[in-house]
């Protein structure tokens, strides 16, 4: 019967909605929800701005669809963080309810593939693409994309291409992608040609996509991105590693943080050699692995490898390393680990098999929920965010930036100068310190606020000179704010002391907003 058919879908999409129901409590945090949804450009014309978004990048990314999206939830229920959360909740609910169905495309039963996306859905990676606001990108990019994978399994060609264009519009990085379908419809290797003839309905997009993003990504360069290792040459041993750094986080299940702190590396590192092992030991399986057949296994290893392309290190990003990144490829993993343990418990009884399934699902999912549930709580507003941070990475400097403005909208200005000063204390470099401490000491002290904004943006124009602090300090004087030109003379003289003892410091752009 049709409702039969319903019932894990039903099942995975009820689930997932209750175990992220904590997250329509929350509001959002000051990691980008300012840029990208309470401040988006295009939500601010309302419907109107939906044909802006396909016309105009902002903020060096081109994400048409997902822009859309934010017009339209923000014309309907006005900028409330719960319509935002509800709408993200609810699609990515969808995403994993149809997820059996384009794990089916690989071949995977529908009971096997339902256990693989629960797992999924509670993994605590999944927290920052399910519950930030501004991460409604990769939800849309994730539910395109299963469809059109779902729709392909179905024989329903025209629609998964249609599918896979929305997930390209809603983010632009999942075009590697494409490749699977062209995988799909080549037989042999002597069907290459044809496949791509028939599939150009896939990768043609894809590469103008790929290509619109490139251009609003890389001109103007964009402040704050870098590039782990510098040229091309020296940033391929990151790209190579980097996702195997994510699969030993998937299966430690570690709690998860919104900024990760990863060197380079090396063409002699350690780490190279392992990940290069580990890269033979996938094709070795994937050649020999008796789970289903030789193009399933291929296909799973181009799902797991093709989504990480754009985001271990080619390109210049803020961060090279981010948990919803391994959103796409964990999809992979999580399958092929269900299908290691279904085919460790094949020679069981059909009951005891059964029983056996559902309890490590259970045991598993027991295992990720906790953690799951507690992430959702640290996401609710910037200040959780980050002082959930600040207890497993202290010394990485963008989560202190970033916690010191989220006690500045606050008004914790003494909170945001402690976090300041942590920075020195602990040996991180921040080029705008004299600025943000100014601003901080002056909005604590009462300053008239557009004074305040003046002299910080002179500050921050001339690069923290001691020329243009000085001038701030007489302007305070001669504004009766005698006390905010003396913290700040003792709060940079300690900070000149500390740098001058040989406390190692760390160059490294991050980005900012102004306490």
Known sequence: MWYRKLALPFLLFASTVAAYLPTLGNGFTNWDDPRYVTGNPFAARGL???????????????????HAVICVIQTVAG???????????????????CLPGALATFGMRRTHGAAAALLWALHPMRVEPFAWA????????????????????????RIAAACFVAALLAKSTVFPLAMLFVWFEAARPSDLPRAIRRTVAFWGPAIACALVSMRSHLEPPPEGRVLPGGSLLERVPTAIYLPWWYVGRALSVAHPQAVYEVAAVGWLDVRLLMAVALWCVALLCAWRLPLGDARTRWGALLAFALPFAPVTGLVPLAFPVADRFASLP??????????????????????????AG???????????LPVTVGRQ??????????????LRAPGVGAVRINLA???????????????????????????????????ALAARDGMEPGLVRRLSA?????????????????????????????????????????????VPTTNRRVPSETP
């Open 48 to 66: 109107a701005g939906i044909p802006a978004a396909f016309t105009t990048s902002w903020d060096g990314v081109w994400y048409p669809l997902t």
């Open 79 to 97: 900028p409330a963080p719960f319509a935002h959360h509800l709408v993200q909740i609810l699609l990515a609910a969808l995403a994993v309810a």
């Open 134 to 157: 501004s991460s409604l990108k990769d939800v849309l990019a994730l539910l395109g994309t299963v469809l059109a994978l779902a729709a392909w399994g179905r024989g329903r060609k």
């Open 330 to 355: 964990s999809i992979a993993l999580a399958a092929v680990l269900v299908a290691m343990g279904a085919a460790c418990c094949a020679r069981l009884r059909a009951a005891t098999r059964v029983a």
């Open 358 to 368: 559902a309890g490590a699902v259970a045991v598993a999912a027991a295992f990720c």
């Open 377 to 390: 709580q640290a996401w609710r507003d910037g200040i959780a965010l980050w002082e959930a941070d600040r």
């Open 405 to 439: 403005a989220a006690y500045g909208e606050a008004g914790r200005w003494s909170d945001a100068i402690g976090e300041l000063q942590a920075m020195h204390r602990l040996g991180i470099s921040y080029e705008h310190r004299a600025r943000d401490l100014f601003f």
């Open 458 to 502: 002179l500050i921050a124009a001339d690069g923290g000179s001691r020329e243009s602090v000085r001038f701030a300090q007489e302007i305070s004087r001669r504004a009766g704010h005698p006390a905010v030109a003396d913290q700040l003379e003792a709060l940079l003289l300690r900070g000149a002391a500390l740098s001058a003892s040989g």
